[in-house]
């Protein structure tokens, strides 16, 4: 990857392909089918990550999916881990970390501000293993009636439920890969890289 817009090709032929930002993001032999993602290490505010150039909130919508295979380079437990993020304000949510004990968070703000957020419990899965992820959420009007999910294998791991005015936030960003997208930092997330591979990302 060079930085050159649609370079990162969208295999479901949409059209929707993506751009690396950041210099540590780079496209390897070795990813779950055929090459992947590879994010670096890196602890700051600059993006190291593939930016989707999917709009979270007009491209995607109140309800959707992301699902992908990570392997990362250091053990899960040991330190924090951004994996996906479209966050550009603190108060405005839409990120999933890697939490420092392994575990997964993955939160999402309606137009309001109200933030609904699913929380595994400790996961301590070695590095250099492949990990099938996926979350969902779904926001709609209604006492109780949104919620958002995280799976690991196809299996339900966490989810929680909430009231909301059913509007995700239409201040958020395009979805990036690997990496905190903004210096917005929300609560529980994390300014740290994915630090390892990322691979066959799917956007329902």
């Known amino acids: 990857y060079s930085g050159r817009v649609g370079e990162v090709q969208d ?5 929707n392909d993506g751009v690396r930002v950041g210099a540590s993001a780079s496209s ?3 990813g779950y089918v055929c090459r992947g993602l590879s994010i670096a290490a890196e602890y700051t505010l600059s993006s190291h990550a593939v930016d989707t150039a999917l709009d979270v909130s007009s491209g995607i919508g109140n309800s959707g999916a992301v699902s992908f295979w990570y392997k990362s380079n250091s053990n899960w437990n040991s330190g924090m881990a951004t994996l996906l993020d479209a966050s550009t304000a603190s108060a405005r949510p839409f990120f999933l970390t890697r939490q420092g004990n392994g575990g997964l968070r993955f939160s999402v703000s309606d137009s309001a501000g109200t933030v609904l957020s699913a929380v595994t419990g400790a996961l301590n899965y070695s590095s250099a293993s492949w990990r099938h992820v996926a979350v969902t959420w779904r926001l709609a009007a209604g006492a109780g009636q949104s919620s958002v999910r995280i799976y690991i294998g196809g299996l339900q791991v966490a989810a929680a439920s909430g009231t909301t005015n059913g509007i995700i936030d239409p201040g958020l960003g395009t979805l990036f890969i690997g990496d905190n997208r903004s210096g917005a930092t929300p609560t529980n997330s994390s300014t740290n890289s994915a630090n390892g591979l ?4 799917r956007v329902y």
């Open 11 to 15: 295999s479901s032929g949409n059209g």
């Open 198 to 201: 990322i691979d066959e990302m």
């Open 28 to 30: 390897v032999a070795g």
